[in-house]
Each structure stands twice: as structure tokens, then as C-alpha cells.
């Protein structure tokens, strides 16, 4: 069936570099496209999310770029900060009210 | 003002007994969605409600679950004879109504559910 998946499980990150962490999509349909921040012992919480008539979109620190032709959705942090450190989440909506996860990707900011 | 609450926060219970999961979603929405995640894994979609009502049950894994609310709040999820692959955290979240609000949702800390 269509899914959503990350490339990359794991992510390291200086303090202070910036971060990209990549997802690949496959349901044409989905009109929005959601990245979700999870900490340990919490419920993901809403970081920024794109429609699909655009390419990118900027929020504080951070910007979700959209290339449909490959089918790939990107999350950037500027600057990164240890309070960044947390399992991100691509999600896409496939209709209203289902929201369909990638499998996560675990980001560790080092000093 | 609060976020969503569930309860219990963490359940342990025998293989093949029944249990209930409650959610408390934020004052005032409309919608409520739950999911669950396995250990290291993604969310899973399970069912969402539109008030009273759940338009789309199709990610409950079998007749196992089940899922209701009242009053337009308090949601409750059911999973009967519980089974080993039944562990996970159950997570619940809520959201106004609106387009947008159909994806930024807001979630509780979740239930972790260990079957023995």
C-alpha cells in the first residue's frame, strides 16, 4: 500500500549547525503534508505543516520544503538547540480526519 | 488551559482480559483521533470522531476494538481479550473543527498498554 517513510533513523547534530531530515512519500493525493516533533514520554506536538500546491514554507527556525516530483518532503532546523533533540514525524493527509506517519526519525544534538 | 488527558497512564493486564482507555480531549473540540504506537515505531491510525460520531473506523486492527463518545468529550477505547501484540502506547489526540484543524492535532501523553 502508499506509506510515508523517513530516510534516515537516526540524526546527529552539532549544537548550532542546522538540520535536514528527509521523507519520502507516495500517495499523490495527500493535500497536506505535517511534520510532528515527539519527546521522550509525549504525545507528538504540531511543529509546521505544507499544502500541496507549494514548494516551501517557513516557520520560527525551522522550513518544510515540498518537491513533488520525487515525491519528498524535508524538514530544516536552523540553528539547532539541545531542546531539539526528539523523534521528528512526517505525516501526510490522506483524508480528513487520517493523518498517515512515517516510522520517525531520532535526532541527538551534541554539545 | 489544559491539553488532553488519558487515562490510565500506564496499564498492565493479562492476556485475554477486556480494558477501557480513556481520553479527555481540550474543551471545546470537536474532533478526536486515536492512534497507536508501537515501540520504535510510527503512529497508526485507529479511528477518529466527529462529535459523536466516527466517520472513519478503518484503521481499528479487528473486532477486538472498539471506540466510543459521549457527549460530544470524554472518549473511551475498548480492546477485548487482549492479546500480546495489543502492547503499545495508545495515543489521543483532539482538534477543532475546520479544515485545517483536521491535521493539527493536539495530543495527550498517552496510555502504555503491556499485555502479559
Known amino acids: 500500500g502508499e506509506s510515508v517513510g523517513l530516510h534516515l533513523p537516526t540524526l546527529s547534530v552539532q549544537e548550532g549547525d542546522n538540520s535536514i531530515i528527509n521523507c519520502a512519500y507516495s500517495?499523490?493525493?495527500?493535500?497536506?503534508f505535517i511534520w510532528y516533533k515527539q519527546e521522550s514520554g509525549k504525545g507528538p506536538q504540531f511543529i509546521i505543516d505544507?499544502?500541496?500546491?507549494?514548494d516551501k514554507r517557513q516557520g520560527q527556525r525551522v522550513t518544510v520544503l515540498l518537491n513533488k516530483t520525487v515525491k519528498h518532503l524535508s524538514l530544516q532546523i536552523a540553528a539547532t538547540q539541545p531542546g531539539d533533540s526528539a523523534v521528528y514525524f512526517c505525516?501526510?493527509?490522506?483524508?480528513?480526519?487520517?493523518?498517515?506517519f512515517g516510522a520517525g526519525t531520532q535526532v541527538v544534538v551534541t554539545p | 488551559g489544559a491539553g488532553v488527558s488519558q487515562s490510565p497512564s500506564n496499564k498492565v493486564t493479562e492476556k485475554g482480559k477486556d480494558v477501557e482507555l480513556r481520553c479527555d480531549p481540550i474543551?471545546?473540540?470537536?474532533?478526536l483521533y486515536w492512534y497507536r504506537q508501537s515501540l520504535g515505531q510510527g503512529l497508526e491510525f485507529l479511528i477518529y470522531?466527529?462529535?459523536?460520531?466516527?466517520?472513519?473506523k478503518s484503521g481499528l486492527p479487528s473486532d477486538r476494538f472498539s471506540a466510543e463518545r459521549t457527549g460530544g468529550s470524554v472518549s473511551t477505547l475498548t480492546i477485548q481479550r487482549t492479546q500480546q501484540e495489543d502492547s503499545a502506547v495508545y495515543l489521543c489526540?483532539?482538534?477543532?473543527?475546520?479544515?485545517?484543524?483536521?491535521?493539527?492535532?493536539?495530543f495527550g501523553p498517552g496510555t502504555r498498554l503491556t499485555v502479559t
Open positions: 489526540a483532539s482538534s477543532l473543527e475546520g479544515d485545517r484543524a483536521a491535521y493539527e492535532q493536539y
Open positions: 500517495n499523490s493525493a495527500s493535500d497536506y
Open positions: 505544507i499544502r500541496s500546491n507549494m
Open positions: 505525516a501526510e493527509r490522506v483524508s480528513w480526519g487520517k493523518l498517515q
Open positions: 474543551s471545546g473540540h470537536t474532533a
Open positions: 470522531f466527529q462529535g459523536n460520531s466516527a466517520p472513519d
